[in-house]
């Protein structure tokens, strides 16, 4: 998690001013506020997280205890391979996540029935994608969210219309899905080639090959 520091700074002549830090990892963030209150001159710190929320150092110290103990830094990849001869399709996600110090990487798939393209397999696997989500406490949280389905990631940030019934009927469960789990998404298009991870679980899961992991990274596989 990353937090901007906001507070005014007054100099020896008491001429006052405003400033506003970059983005700060959560593991250096406190050392920072001191080292600006030991200069003597800050009033009125702040600090913003990536969702926008303002906290007090107060409130920013209990968020940073919790922080250690549950999972945070969410990046979710998620894919779909379809099969139009028999209408079957796979569904691959993966999640990295970091826990305290340790970073985890969890991944699973899933096999569907009765899908009648490609497109609505890939709404249907980021669904799914959201669904597993839910087994994490992430209310209020920020979750990175990549595919390589740019249509239906760039319609769920609102810069692309779509105009298939079938599909916005997807859209709508996604968003309410969303909404109900209350934590912020951001929908990062990426190629195919960036997303091979979750297209490999696809393509298992066709093959009723079914994988439900959860790996500490690092560790040997």
């Known amino acids: 998690m990353k937090f901007k520091i906001k507070w005014d700074y007054y100099n020896k002549n008491k001429t006052e001013t405003n400033f506003i830090s ?13 080292d600006l209150e030991k200069t003597g001159r800050v009033k009125n710190m702040s600090f913003e997280d990536e969702t926008g929320i303002s906290w007090t150092k107060k409130e920013v110290k209990k ?18 391979s379809y ?13 990295y996540y970091k ?34 989500l839910g087994e994490f406490p992430i209310a209020g949280k920020k979750v ?23 599909l916005n009927r997807w859209l709508d469960r996604i968003e309410r899905l969303v909404k109900k789990l209350n934590f912020h998404p951001m929908y990062e298009p990426i190629n195919r080639n960036d997303n091979k991870e979750a297209d490999k679980l696809a393509r298992q899961a066709l093959k009723q090959v079914m994988i439900e992991s959860k790996q500490k990274l690092g560790d040997e596989e």
């Open 22 to 34: 970059e983005w700060i990892k959560d593991d250096v963030l406190l050392e920072i506020a001191e």
């Open 63 to 80: 968020v940073l205890q919790r922080l250690e103990q549950e999972p945070d830094e969410f990046l979710l990849y998620f894919d779909a």
């Open 83 to 95: 099969n139009k001869e028999t209408d079957e399709t796979g569904i691959g996600v993966v999640l």
């Open 99 to 132: 826990q305290g110090a340790q970073q985890y990487r969890e991944r699973w798939n899933e096999r569907v029935e009765g899908l009648k393209s490609n497109n609505e397999a890939e709404y249907c696997a980021l669904h799914y994608a959201v669904k597993r």
């Open 144 to 166: 990175i969210i990549k595919g390589d389905s740019q249509g239906l990631l760039m319609q769920l940030r609102g810069e692309w219309p779509c105009y298939e019934e079938n």
